[in-house]
């Protein structure tokens, strides 16, 4: 009981203290339990030790053998180390583990490298062979007569099974059948904003915000133009905008867009993990650490759902190129792993 109280504790000095990754780690090792070695690893990761953190990684699973946490963190920690292949060979036995602590590292060791290497367009998935309403768009594409009306309806279907696609975690097939929905009608602001969305993803930034820039003038006009009605910007737009605009190298516009949405609850269309993302590039350590820490707090499954998955299975397919290779070697050279 009293280990546990002090591991409580230490852990809880690491999550709110950046600086004091050196004495948890001495204090933690002190204890020499397997949840003593697991924290003692995050910590020497914290303070750029990649090394020492494996060793720790390491030790915590031979003394308690299946602690999927000490394997995440050790996949982690191979790739700091330069071992990009081992990284991708454990990442590919082990469940997701979607805690907010490991999550805020695996983000600062991986996000900042989606536009230095191949990352951020790395495929996840192959095309599906085959996908719904198919037919019906075939048409569409060949020229035949559809109305306004019928163009919604189509565009609508296309919509609501690509995001049912998403969520089942078939990413490709969500982004055929949401960029078709878009080429039928797009007007729709709730398919702009899928579509929008899923571009940004897959670092096609420049055209998420280009499919995003009518519904977003559009909102922000009609905002002004009525602000004494109390006329609210869509947070899912506002949110999507922002995460082109961060993605494409331009945190503080993002940060900006961001300020337009009114608190509607902890999660608010992923809005705090975009604004986690920003202050990440802007090296802003406190502000990434408790913009992180709401995104990853009640309402987490919506960020998870939008975009954290997506993102940590992008990078595990990723790991297994000789591009991610590479970058590991170069990261292993550096001399911290980065944000903790």
Known sequence: MEERLAI????????????????????AAALRSPAGRMLEGVAAWDAGDAEGALAAFRAAQQA???????????????????????AAKLS????????????????????PLRHRTGLGSTAVEADPPEVAHSTDYARFTAGAKCSDTRRRHL????????????????????EILVGRSWKIFPESI?????????LAARAEEAEALRVLEPAFKEAAAEV?????????????????????????????????ALSLITPQGPDDWGAHWVAALCHLALGDEASFRRQFAVATGPYFIDTWELRIRPFSRR??????????????VVRAGAAAPGIG
């Open 92 to 111: 590919a036995t082990l469940p997701p583990l979607a805690t907010g602590a490991y999550l805020r590292r695996f983000t600062a060791l991986y996000w």
């Open 315 to 328: 990078v595990e397919s990723w790991l297994a190129t000789e591009d991610a290779a590479r970058a590991a």
């Open 190 to 198: 709730d398919t702009a904003v899928a579509h929008g969305n899923l």
């Open 155 to 174: 565009a609508e279907r296309h919509l609501q099974s690509g995001l049912l696609a998403h969520f089942k975690g078939r990413y490709r097939e969500a």
């Open 224 to 256: 002004l133009a009525d602000a004494d009605k109390g006329i609210v910007f869509p947070p899912d737009l506002a949110s999507a905008w922002a995460a082109a605009l961060c993605g494409a190298g331009r945190p503080q516009e993002a940060l900006a």
């Open 8 to 27: 409580d504790a230490l852990w809880s000095r690491l999550e709110s203290d950046a600086g004091s990754a050196g004495q948890v780690r001495a204090e």
């Open 64 to 86: 308690q053998p299946g602690n999927l946490p000490a394997a995440r963190y050790e996949a982690l920690a191979l790739f700091g180390a330069g071992d990009a292949p081992a």
